[in-house]
């Protein structure tokens, strides 16, 4: 019987993962990341149980993964990572004002969940570390374990992961990856955990209201981030209060009305213009990433496999050139819209994941 340090966010799908653990055997812990940020400024998650609220690391989350520990009878303890997390927070607000679109769940991921985790988990001699994300983990024929898709494609959460050390793979377990979701669900009403029909998580926790550039304003006072907005000419036609407020892609929330969609293309920071113009100007064919993480055998000649750009985004084909300084450069077979600084580029073959970084330059096809 292996023991297995489980992180339990409080919802269903941590929460059906504790119970499959036991079933297999495994010696579960229950672990639950508070991140310890004060709400005096506005500027964090506000201490309430409404059930609006989609988060995953609140004082009702935490109560919630604690009556499923006790219900299963596993141990259960509450970690503070207050100041790993004030890190998060900072790259987040960091990254949009330099005019980027950050993914804080990914960098959780891979500082928190399969970092400190790793850390907690060897303090109690534990041989594995497990979570409930749709991933799955599979042996290759030549003996490294590879990161693959869950086998729910409406779930499939591998994306996120990419970040994760290769090092780790086989000492990580993703039990709900072989499931689909209203197998999960179906499980904890069976089970009668009163998480069952609780809704996912889909906002960023310290961010609940989801206005990202009050957040920002919050942390960073007295910042002036105003300027233009232009068209990809050139042409002034309005102003906006600051920059981390759009990304690229955005369309809705421009403030100007020019008789026919217009969507963000650019982010010139220096200048603190927002650079507008149609979707097809949007679109791009080449992008460059850097900070690479591979899951296999790094390449040291073009790749051809499967790029994705976004979490919901389907993957496209492409040829993958490594470049120096840990960065790749993807030629896409196929234009994708909205490739936006600061997103991660994750590379697959079929269902395996070969490995990712961070976007930090296009070009337009």
Same mark, same amino acid.
């Given at each position: 019987? *292996?023991?297995?340090?489980?992180?339990?966010?409080?919802?269903?799908?941590?929460?059906?993962?504790?119970?499959?653990?036991?079933?297999?055997?495994?010696?579960?812990?229950? $672990?639950?990341?508070?991140?310890? %940020?004060?709400?005096?400024?506005?500027?964090?998650?506000? *201490?309430?149980?409404?059930?609006?609220?989609?988060?995953?690391?609140?004082?009702?989350?935490?109560?919630?993964?604690?009556?499923?520990?006790?219900? $299963?009878?596993?141990?259960?303890?509450?970690?503070?990572?207050?100041?790993?997390?004030?890190?998060?927070?900072?790259?987040?607000?960091?990254?949009?004002? *330099?005019?980027?679109?950050?993914? =804080?769940?990914?960098?959780?991921?891979?500082?928190?969940?399969?970092?400190?985790?790793?850390?907690?988990?060897?303090?109690?001699?534990? %041989?594995?570390?497990?979570?409930?994300?749709?991933? @799955?983990? &599979?042996?290759?024929?030549?003996?490294?374990? *590879?990161?693959?898709?869950?086998?729910?494609?409406?779930?499939?959460?591998?994306?996120?992961?990419?970040? !994760?050390? +290769?090092?780790?793979?086989?000492?990580?377990?993703?039990?709900?990856?072989?499931?689909?979701?209203? &197998?999960?669900?179906?499980?904890?009403?069976? $089970?009668?955990?009163?998480?069952?029909?609780? =809704?996912?998580?889909? &906002?960023?926790?310290?961010?609940?209201?989801?206005?990202?550039? @009050?957040?920002?304003?919050?942390? +960073?006072?007295?910042?002036?981030?105003?300027? &233009?907005?232009?068209?990809?000419?050139?042409?002034?036609?309005?102003?906006?209060?600051?920059?981390? @407020?759009?990304? !690229?892609?955005?369309?809705?929330?421009?403030?100007?009305?020019?008789?026919? =969609?217009?969507?963000?293309?650019?982010?010139?920071?220096?200048?603190?213009?927002?650079?507008?113009?149609?979707?097809?100007?949007?679109?791009?064919?080449?992008?460059?990433?850097?900070?690479?993480?591979?899951?296999?055998?790094?390449?040291?000649?073009?790749?051809?496999?499967?790029?994705? #750009?976004?979490?919901?985004?389907? =993957?496209?084909?492409?040829?993958?050139?490594?470049?120096?300084?840990?960065?790749? +450069?993807?030629?896409?077979?196929?234009? +994708?819209?909205?490739?936006?600084?600061?997103?991660?580029?994750?590379?697959?073959?079929?269902?395996?994941? $070969?490995?990712?970084?961070? #976007?930090?330059?296009?070009?337009?096809?």
């Amino acid at each position: 019987m *292996a023991r297995v340090v489980l992180a339990m966010s409080g919802g269903v799908d941590s929460s059906v993962a504790a119970w499959l653990l036991r079933q297999q055997g495994h010696d579960v812990i229950g $672990l639950f990341m508070r991140h310890g %940020q004060a709400v005096d400024d506005g500027c964090a998650i506000p *201490a309430d149980s409404s059930p609006r609220r989609q988060g995953c690391c609140s004082a009702a989350d935490a109560a919630d993964a604690r009556r499923v520990a006790d219900l $299963l009878e596993i141990p259960f303890y509450a970690l503070n990572f207050e100041s790993e997390f004030s890190r998060i927070i900072d790259y987040f607000v960091d990254q949009y004002t *330099a005019g980027r679109t950050p993914n =804080p769940c990914i960098v959780c991921n891979t500082w928190l969940k399969f970092g400190k985790l790793f850390e907690y988990a060897d303090s109690v001699d534990a %041989q594995y570390v497990a979570t409930g994300h749709y991933a @799955r983990l &599979e042996k290759t024929d030549d003996g490294p374990m *590879a990161l693959c898709r869950g086998v729910d494609p409406g779930k499939d959460q591998a994306y996120v992961l990419f970040g !994760i050390d +290769r090092r780790r793979l086989d000492r990580l377990l993703f039990p709900v990856g072989t499931h689909h979701k209203e &197998e999960i669900r179906r499980i904890a009403t069976e $089970l009668g955990l009163q998480v069952a029909e609780k =809704p996912d998580s889909q &906002e960023i926790c310290f961010v609940p209201d989801q206005d990202h550039a @009050r957040f920002i304003r919050r942390r +960073r006072r007295g910042i002036d981030t105003s300027g &233009e907005i232009v068209t990809t000419d050139g042409t002034v036609v309005g102003r906006h209060d600051g920059i981390e @407020r759009f990304t !690229i892609g955005q369309r809705k929330g421009l403030g100007v009305a020019l008789g026919e =969609p217009r969507y963000v293309v650019r982010l010139d920071v220096a200048s603190r213009r927002v650079v507008i113009g149609t979707h097809d100007e949007l679109a791009c064919g080449e992008l460059t990433a850097a900070e690479v993480n591979w899951l296999v055998d790094p390449p040291d000649v073009p790749l051809r496999c499967q790029v994705k #750009i976004r979490y919901r985004s389907q =993957p496209v084909a492409a040829i993958v050139e490594p470049l120096d300084g840990n960065r790749f +450069r993807a030629r896409l077979d196929e234009p +994708r819209h909205g490739v936006a600084p600061g997103q991660a580029a994750v590379c697959y073959q079929g269902d395996r994941v $070969l490995g990712g970084g961070w #976007i930090e330059d296009f070009e337009p096809s």
